[in-house]
């Protein structure tokens, strides 16, 4: 406890030192982020935004500040179609998740709106995250297709053994047939094409 008290700022000097030193803690923490971060105003300008979201933007951080956040995250002039910032900014509990697409190329983003309180507890700001969900997208669609082949598949495999079944009775009744019948009998060329006929469609089913 002693040794904590001492680095306490005592001056006024030191305390701004002291928040300055927390300025920067906090600035690095965020621009360690991979995920575009900004902190937004209720009328869509940035605050700040850490190095991500810059870069995403090909601006310098100090350019991002006082840009409208769809201008800078989408190139657009208006919110991006799904926003849940303003229902954020009306205070409601836990922060608001919505998707992001086809607003930054091809890219799929995941997006959540979180609030920022003021010292009397009121929203000054919204917490604004996006996070790239793209190759996600992609291998849960590639997953899901491959669910879907598989089911055909075994769609498939059971209508090609429902019909193999009297396939192969035909095959052998009308093989039976030409063993019995002489080939100058009128029927022998019918029962001929019979077998062959059901030789074309096993060989279709396999």
Known sequence: MSSARKQKPKTADELVRFVEDLKRQWMST?????????IVAKD???RKANKAMAR?????VKAVVGE???????????PCVGCKMRETAKGKDGPETFEVDGIRGDRFYEASSQPVYDA??????????YRDRTEARCMQEQLSQQEKLASIGL???G??????NPLGGILIFSQMLLRELSKDSPH??????????TQRCKAIVE
């Open 68 to 78: 409208k956040c769809h201008k800078v995250f989408a190139g657009r002039d208006k």
């Open 56 to 60: 995403i933007a090909g601006l310098d």
């Open 159 to 164: 209508v090609a053994h429902e019909i193999n």
């Open 155 to 157: 769609l498939a495999g």
């Open 188 to 197: 022998y060329p019918d029962v001929v094409e019979i077998e062959a006929a």
């Open 30 to 38: 965020i621009d360690a982020m991979v995920d575009p971060l900004m």
């Open 120 to 129: 009397q507890g009121a929203i000054d700001g919204i917490v604004q995250v």
């Open 44 to 46: 869509y300008s940035i």
